[in-house]
């Protein structure tokens, strides 16, 4: 299977799921559906009608979709995805930076963002590096 993200072939990422969950609203069967997940090992996770509010279940017209990455990277610190959104173009970066001055991840990351294209990027995620000196 070849998996394509805007075109551009990516090497297979191991076992995929797509499922329709009927909403996750209820604690209960949230821990259900993510142990189900965890058990079959599955390294992406395609999710729809998610609902993960009380109020979304009732309203038929109501959507939402999740996607769950497991192991993002080989050292599970960082996930950048170019998405289109509402006719967008994004980067989306996740970003779980080291608790200390690294210019190998910084320079890595830099040049994996740069790979991805020149579109806007929206980042969140940590970093607890802070001066030294106040």
Not at 37 to 47: E, G, Q, W
Not at 56 to 83: F, P
Not at 91 to 107: E, K, S, T, W
Request: proline share 5%.
């Amino acid at each position: 299977m070849v998996i394509c993200i805007l075109g551009k072939p990516v090497p297979a990422l191991g076992l995929l799921m797509s499922w329709n969950v009927r909403g996750l609203h209820n604690m209960v069967k949230k821990k259900k559906v993510l142990h189900f997940i965890r058990s079959k090992k599955c390294d992406v996770v395609f999710m729809r009608e998610t609902h993960l509010l009380p109020q979304e279940s009732q309203n038929s017209k109501s959507r939402g979709v999740a996607t769950l990455i497991n192991n993002a990277d080989e050292a599970g610190r960082m996930l950048l995805m170019l998405c289109e959104i509402q006719g967008n173009s994004i980067i989306l970066a996740n970003v779980y930076a080291p608790n200390r001055d690294d210019p190998a991840f910084f320079g890595l990351l830099e040049k994996k963002l740069n790979d991805l294209g020149d579109y806007p990027i929206i980042m969140g995620g940590t970093s607890t590096i802070t001066p030294r000196h106040l």
